[in-house]
């Protein structure tokens, strides 16, 4: 029978372990603490977060590392990206030459400004490398949960990791396609928060569907720019892990990053509104990666400048939109021409967050 | 003073008239009956569709072709498509050499498959072929209406046209871009409605946030392939005219189009849907023609298909849905190559749609 382990008892983590339980696949879900597996063991999900949602009986909640990690085809990394490299670590001497492992945390670390597949390579036996992939695309779990209709993304340098990968996550309502470009995926599924803290505020500002609309269109340009020069695909950018994922969590409620933009243009504290919630909202520290990463490669991106100053400078939300309504050069395709013709060359024009 | 002629008192039409009013342009709009013009000069606004909207004083109603566009600087045409060449045929001999034209409509010419600005550059004197621009992007006329902030695009081949037509339309709170490329400005706006018809019948089959973000991402892709076999530049589709105009009418509950698709996922049979409504959702159409233009180009456009089948074939929403869910190729860019490759020998494959 197949093995998945999954590291981590967030939202998302829980909602792929019940998700590939309720097909029959045996699944081990690490906890930090025996305490909280324990309670997970006893009292099954909690109501807030799983309404009515019952654990396949598939699934063991264990604290133990070697229990959890004994024997399985694949680990899914679903913890928030601030801690993947305690987590990996701790994971790297348990893991086979034939366990493929799935990031599937969103971010990128803050002072190496690293993608999390990076991260993991770091931690773990390099000759493991080819077993690396990174799962993105359109994904808010309360959905995925309820067995609504999703499709996402499985990105490997290795084709085969992919596909196997793919064999193993597929599920009738949770459809998945495979790709290569492990830079555009990971980068699409982190820098989409970043949007989608600015789609927060448009929204909590009333703005309506129109300057949301526009708002969406000029960010997605700016993070493909981010990525393609940090060497991904574009293309990557136009698919599920890109522009699936910034539509997906601009429009939805469900998000916690646009949360934390409707919160801020409340006028609320960032301190006060990331105190309040008990998930982690990976935009706040993708923006600062996004921030130091632009200054470094020469990048202009007003949008993530402004949410920047927002979220570290305290500057104001009106006042922001204001500004990068009132900045606009007045051609539509005028500082856009790099799109076009940076798709053929389309080399590194930087190793910064690359091996 | 700057004086501006609408033809149409769609919403749109009045909607354009009202905001060029209130920066103190002088503003004609033409309706079709004297009963219509006679109404609305002394109701003022039907307040259903335009709660606690005033009039300018800037504004006549007329039912007078020649009074209406009497020395104008500019006529707006905000008509459907379906009655673009009788309106622009009647308007034509009115129209002086310094006239700049407008097209204000988002859809395609159903039997002549043609774009807008083609139907009216065959209705008015060859000569004045300058002054023909197009006007689009993500525009909910009820917010735009309410002074809530907006951007769009004004495209002409002639440059000088597109400058003069900007410094017209710009207010305050509605921003607008210049833009070369009237093929993709036209096809964005009006393609983006067959787009809108899905994510509504998305919507209505209650598939979630996910579903409609992976099904709005396939769709864009879709048409902007079809733009660019017919000339348009891919990049216009990822800008405000099209990606921006795509988001806006698949998140918004005020779309017409996007309303239909909720109506048809509901099982309502699409001619009582139509009969029900008072402004006509330009998608049923551009859905006819966009089918018509893909198989005389022999390109895919399986959503495209499914709508039309939807539409004009009694196909089952629910049904055609699980077929584009099961149809997918495995890898994300399979079949999508030819969006890179395509970029730089974007040479018309088909001068179709063209002049």
């Not at 990690?69 to 913890?79: C, N, T």
């Not at 020069?229 to 646009?258: E, K, M, W």
Request: with cysteine.
């Amino acid at each position: 029978m197949q093995k998945i382990a999954v590291i981590g008892t967030t939202s998302w983590g829980i909602t792929l372990g019940v998700l590939l339980g309720q097909k029959g696949i045996e699944i081990r879900i690490w906890a930090r603490t025996e305490r909280e597996a324990a309670k997970l063991r006893k009292k099954g999900l909690d109501q807030a977060h799983f309404p009515d949602i019952k654990l396949p009986e598939q699934i063991l909640f264990t604290s133990q590392i070697d229990e959890a990690l004994d024997e399985v085809d694949a680990v899914i990394l679903a913890v928030p990206s601030a801690s993947m490299r305690q987590n990996i670590s701790q994971a790297a001497s348990h893991l086979q030459k034939s366990t493929t492992v799935i990031s599937a945390a969103k971010g990128l670390e803050v002072g190496s400004n690293k993608r999390m597949s990076q991260v993991i390579l770091e931690e773990i036996n390099p000759r493991y490398k080819a077993n690396i992939c990174v799962l993105s695309g359109p994904n808010l779990a309360r959905e995925i949960i309820q067995n609504r209709p999703a499709a996402a993304v499985i990105a490997s340098e290795d084709k085969n990791t992919a596909r196997k990968a793919q064999k193993l996550l597929t599920c009738q309502s949770f459809c998945i396609f495979t790709n290569t470009d492990v830079i555009g995926v990971e980068l699409g599924g982190a820098l989409k928060n970043i949007i989608a803290l600015g789609a927060g505020i448009t929204d909590g500002l009333g703005y309506g569907d129109n300057a949301k609309a526009a708002f969406m269109t000029r960010g997605w340009t700016e993070i493909t720019a981010l990525g393609m020069a940090l060497g991904a695909n574009p293309l990557t950018f136009s698919g599920l892990a890109g522009l699936g994922d910034v539509i997906a969590t601009c429009a939805s409620p469900l998000s916690r990053n646009h949360f934390v933009g409707t919160e801020l243009a409340k006028g609320r504290n960032i301190t006060d509104i990331l105190e309040s919630m008990t998930e982690v909202a990976e935009g706040v520290n993708t923006t600062l990666v996004a921030h130091n990463l632009a200054h470094q490669l020469g990048l202009e991106m007003p949008i993530t400048e402004k949410i920047y100053q927002i979220l570290y400078e305290n500057a104001d939300p009106h006042q922001a939109a204001l500004e990068l309504m009132g900045g606009n050069t007045r051609h539509e395709l005028a500082g856009r021409r790099w799109q076009l013709f940076s798709l053929f060359r389309q080399k590194k024009r930087s190793s910064i967050t690359q091996n």
